[in-house]
């Protein structure tokens, strides 16, 4: 079956092993073109993250390695990590959302999301050029 996942960075289209309810499972590399994450001997890692998969409970296992290949569900994954989730089965889209934490974190962080805008002769200028060094930003409109 074929799914459609918005994530935060984008959206991607994966041929998932199936969906039971809002629940989503893929195969391991589904699951790393997905989402980035693969299956290891101490969890489910993305990069350094690793997350150790907790035993599975009633309907909210988040690796079932009972058929000839691990399946992992990143609906179950996503809600693991603090991650909103919204689903759509009947037409096979699932909406993972960024951790409320993540995003708070960034708030606190003070530091500014990146974004590029042209001087005054067009030429493009993007904040992260300028990282590191102290900045003055001005705005105005004329409404």
């Given at each position: ?16 092993i ?8 893929l ?17 489910l890692?993305r ?10 409970q ?13 399946r992992v ?14 689903a ?8 993972i959302g ?8 960034r708030?606190?962080?003070l530091?500014?999301p990146?974004f590029?805008?042209p ?11 300028f ?10 409109a004329?409404w």
């Open positions: 079956m074929r799914a459609t996942v918005l994530l935060p960075g984008g959206s991607v289209v994966v041929e998932a199936g969906a039971e309810g809002e629940d989503l499972w195969d391991p590399p589904a699951l790393a073109r997905c989402a980035g994450w693969e299956i290891k001997p101490e969890g890692c990069g350094a993250l690793c997350v150790p998969v907790p035993p599975g009633a309907g909210q296992a988040l690796v079932d390695a009972g058929g000839a290949e691990p569900n990143l609906t179950a994954l996503a809600r693991h990590m603090g991650q909103p989730v919204a759509s089965p009947e037409h096979a889209v699932w909406s960024e951790a409320a934490k993540d995003a708070a974190d708030l606190l962080s530091e500014a990146d590029t805008l001087d005054m002769d067009g030429k493009p200028y993007s904040l992260s050029s990282r590191g060094r102290k900045v003055f930003l001005l705005a105005w004329s």
